[in-house]
Nanobody, 113 residues
Framework: QVQVKESGGGLVQPGGSLKLSCVASGNIGRILVLDWHRQVPGKERERVARLGNDGFTHYLDSVKGRFSISRDKNTGYLQMTNLKPEDTADYYC?????????WGQGTRVTVSS
């Protein structure tokens, strides 16, 4: 059974940085895509970054130049810099393959002075 767990969230001041991690444990199979999403309570979830296994990346316009997605085998990362209060949300990662789509439980990021 595959489990995905995010970590690295917390409270940070505006302009600060955080690096989120997510680890997939178990026999996950061939990962084709890693996504990071975020959701503010009461609002729709949005995808902030995508990394394909060919190296293709895509970012939400509001995080371009500030966030960077990467992966090392079964561990995904989201480096976040110059954080803004509007980045406050619960962040989730998911690993996608041909026949699977595994999600973690999320980690909370709060940007506030």
């Amino acid at each position: 059974q595959v489990q995905v767990k995010e970590s690295g969230g917390g409270l940070v001041q505006p302009g600060g940085s955080l690096k989120l991690s997510c680890v997939a444990s178990g026999n996950i199979g061939r990962i084709l895509v890693l996504d990071w999403h975020r959701q503010v309570p009461g609002k729709e979830r949005e995808r902030v970054a995508r990394l394909g296994n060919d190296g293709f990346t895509h970012y939400l316009d509001s995080v371009k130049g500030r966030f960077s997605i990467s992966r090392d085998k079964n561990t995904g990362y989201l480096q976040m810099t110059n954080l803004k209060p509007e980045d406050t949300a619960d962040y989730y990662c998911n690993f996608g393959g041909l026949d699977f789509d595994y999600w973690g439980q999320g980690t909370r990021v709060t940007v506030s002075s």
